[in-house]
């Protein structure tokens, strides 16, 4: 075991002094280089060139070979994600290609590593394991295949844009399994339940695929591990049922279109017991006809007048709660943006963004003989005062 320990950790990219994605010329330069460099006949008594010398031809042995090349690389993967770590033993079915050393000139067998003890598991879990796993993807690993627990569910709901904003909770009816009220959930009259004889309680069975050991669930437990002798009437021994049940939904302040809120444990049930999934509800909002939103910033474009801009006032503008009084600085021309700090949407943090206000001119349509008549009295006024709106305009250069 010390032996594959010490394979394992070899590093043959850094022997050669070359990248993991080196190609093959690339490799083969490097080896020539090194192994004309510390060759013992060039370096004659010098122990480290010689052991420098084998551990690049060992290498090159590994590294050179493009099939070897691929397993070396498939199993520095499963290491340094942590499957080696947790997968180990003596024994093992081969591996094809075994890797050859220079130094010792003795075959390594792969299966060796990952482990075998009556069959090719042993008590950590096996090269079955890894790949049960992985072809599985995450359908279970580890010691057994059993099911951990029920489905996710995604639903969808649509909020107004001021419901979004501040939050809310909103009731929402789900179809699906739950569990069963008569068994509580076990699929079991008395609640007991026996290992199954065919998985030997593991929720799994092992068959030979070529080289490697496969795992999949026991189709006689259905990956449980356990069988229910006395089988609750409701449930048939499944202990979910399937029913139509109504949650109340908290979506938090400031959730956008798209967004998905999950709640933990509000999925399906799982069967005999195990815990319940997820609850993903996917929230779409619609626009809204005075607000729109740039992260946590309100948005809100207001009416204002001529005179309002150029003399100044104090506009009333409405916010998600209600409404604010907002000072407009004379001489503020139509189109700025003039921000209240904290009357935007809500944070997680308690605090809140802005609320942004671009006053925006409206020009009057119609305006009767008094008003027309200041209106040109006004504009006189303008001229006489030498005030030109073009002026250092890049339209009249």
């Given at each position: 075991?010390?032996?594959?320990?010490?394979?394992?950790?070899?590093d043959?990219?850094?022997?050669?002094?070359?990248?993991s994605?080196?190609?093959?010329s690339?490799?083969k330069k490097a080896?020539?280089?090194?192994?004309?460099?510390n060759?013992p006949d060039?370096?004659?008594?010098?122990?480290?060139?010689?052991?420098?010398?084998?551990r690049?031809?060992?290498?090159?042995?590994?590294i050179?070979d493009?099939a070897k090349?691929k397993?070396y690389?498939?199993?520095?993967?499963m290491i340094?994600?942590g499957?080696?770590?947790?997968f180990?033993?003596t024994?093992?079915?081969?591996?094809p290609?075994?890797?050859?050393?220079?130094t010792?000139?003795s075959?390594?067998d792969l299966?060796d590593?990952?482990g075998?003890?009556s069959?090719?598991q042993?008590?950590?879990?096996?090269l079955g394991?890894?790949f049960?796993?992985?072809?599985?993807r995450g359908?279970?690993a580890?010691r057994?295949?059993?099911p951990s627990?029920g489905?996710?569910v995604e639903?969808?709901?649509?909020?107004?844009?001021?419901?979004?904003a501040?939050?809310?909770?909103?009731?929402?009816?789900?179809?699906?399994?739950?569990?069963c009220?008569?068994?509580?959930?076990?699929?079991s009259?008395s609640g007991?339940?026996?290992?199954?004889d065919?998985?030997?309680?593991s929720?799994?069975?092992?068959?030979k695929?070529g080289a490697f050991g496969m795992?999949r669930?026991?189709a006689?437990?259905g990956?449980?591990?356990s069988?229910?002798?006395?089988?609750c009437?409701?449930?048939?021994?499944?202990?979910?049922?399937?029913?139509t049940r109504s949650i109340?939904v908290?979506?938090?302040?400031?959730?956008?279109?798209g967004?998905r809120?999950?709640?933990a444990?509000?999925?399906?049930a799982?069967p005999?017991g195990?815990?319940?999934?997820d609850?993903?509800?996917v929230?779409?909002?619609?626009?809204?006809?005075?607000?729109t939103r740039?992260?946590?910033?309100?948005?809100v474009?207001?009416p204002?007048s001529?005179g309002?801009l150029v003399?100044?006032?104090?506009?009333?503008?409405?916010t998600?709660d209600g409404?604010?009084k907002?000072?407009?600085?004379a001489g503020t021309?139509?189109g700025r943006?003039?921000?209240?700090k904290?009357?935007?949407v809500?944070?997680r943090?308690g605090?809140?963004?802005?609320?942004l206000v671009?006053?925006?001119?409206?020009?009057?349509?119609d305006?009767?003989a008094t008003?027309t008549?200041?209106?040109?009295?006004?504009?006189?006024?303008e001229k006489?005062?030498g005030?030109?709106?073009?002026?250092g305009?890049?339209g009249?250069?």
């Amino acid at each position: 075991m010390a032996m594959q320990q010490e394979w394992v950790n070899k590093d043959y990219y850094g022997d050669l002094g070359v990248s993991s994605g080196a190609s093959t010329s690339d490799i083969k330069k490097a080896y020539r280089k090194l192994a004309r460099e510390n060759h013992p006949d060039s370096n004659p008594g010098d122990k480290a060139a010689e052991e420098k010398f084998k551990r690049v031809a060992e290498a090159y042995d590994v590294i050179g070979d493009e099939a070897k090349r691929k397993e070396y690389d498939e199993l520095k993967a499963m290491i340094s994600s942590g499957g080696y770590g947790r997968f180990g033993g003596t024994g093992g079915s081969g591996f094809p290609g075994g890797f050859r050393t220079t130094t010792t000139e003795s075959d390594f067998d792969l299966g060796d590593i990952f482990g075998r003890a009556s069959g090719g598991q042993t008590a950590d879990g096996g090269l079955g394991d890894i790949f049960g796993s992985f072809f599985n993807r995450g359908g279970g690993a580890g010691r057994n295949a059993r099911p951990s627990r029920g489905s996710d569910v995604e639903t969808e709901i649509t909020l107004e844009f001021r419901e979004a904003a501040k939050g809310t909770t909103i009731p929402v009816e789900l179809t699906g399994d739950a569990p069963c009220t008569t068994c509580h959930g076990s699929g079991s009259k008395s609640g007991r339940t026996t290992p199954c004889d065919e998985c030997s309680g593991s929720g799994y069975v092992r068959e030979k695929s070529g080289a490697f050991g496969m795992a999949r669930p026991c189709a006689k437990c259905g990956g449980t591990g356990s069988i229910v002798e006395d089988p609750c009437d409701t449930c048939s021994g499944t202990g979910t049922v399937r029913r139509t049940r109504s949650i109340t939904v908290r979506i938090p302040a400031g959730v956008i279109d798209g967004q998905r809120v999950r709640l933990a444990g509000q999925g399906e049930a799982g069967p005999n017991g195990t815990p319940s999934g997820d609850l993903f509800v996917v929230v779409h909002v619609r626009p809204d006809k005075v607000f729109t939103r740039t992260g946590d910033d309100l948005e809100v474009t207001v009416p204002v007048s001529f005179g309002e801009l150029v003399l100044g006032g104090t506009v009333t503008v409405p916010t998600l709660d209600g409404r604010v009084k907002v000072k407009v600085p004379a001489g503020t021309p139509s189109g700025r943006t003039l921000r209240v700090k904290g009357r935007g949407v809500p944070k997680r943090s308690g605090s809140a963004g802005d609320l942004l206000v671009t006053v925006e001119v409206r020009i009057p349509a119609d305006l009767d003989a008094t008003a027309t008549s200041a209106l040109r009295t006004y504009a006189q006024a303008e001229k006489d005062a030498g005030f030109n709106p073009r002026a250092g305009w890049a339209g009249m250069e």
